[in-house]
């Protein structure tokens, strides 16, 4: 994400600007069809993206890592279409991911 609204800006001849801010998710699974949601930054401040309790082993979070994560990294990190939680990208969601697939 951040190589490409980075290069993005250069080849548009925006100033290089620094701003990761280590974000990091670690899906955790904790038992059949549980799983913990942990995410947190470079020093170590929690940066939850849903509106859940995250800490609690849940079927909520482990559908969420098998079906919508998948396509959030490959269809949306990956091609850069998607910079992370926090983007101000509202239609990611609904222009990127197929539920049904």
């Known amino acids: 994400a951040v190589v490409s609204t980075?290069?993005?800006?250069v080849m548009k001849g925006r100033e290089v600007m620094s701003g990761y801010d280590g974000?990091?998710?670690?899906?955790l699974?904790?038992?059949d069809d549980k799983l913990v949601l942990a995410e947190f930054g470079y020093?170590?401040?929690i940066l939850e993206?849903?509106?859940?309790?995250?800490a609690k082993?849940?079927?909520l979070n482990y559908w969420l890592k098998k079906e919508?994560?998948?396509s959030l990294y490959w269809r949306g990190l990956i091609r850069g279409t998607w910079r992370?939680?926090?983007?101000?990208d509202v239609g990611f969601m609904r222009s990127h991911i197929d539920l049904l697939e």
Do not use: L
């Open 23 to 27: 974000y990091t998710s670690c899906p």
């Open 29 to 31: 699974t904790v038992g």
């Open 84 to 88: 992370g939680p926090g983007c101000d």
């Open 49 to 54: 993206t849903f509106p859940i309790d995250q």
């Open 68 to 70: 919508i994560m998948p």
């Open 43 to 45: 020093d170590g401040a």
């Open 57 to 59: 082993p849940s079927g």
């Open 6 to 9: 980075q290069s993005t800006g």
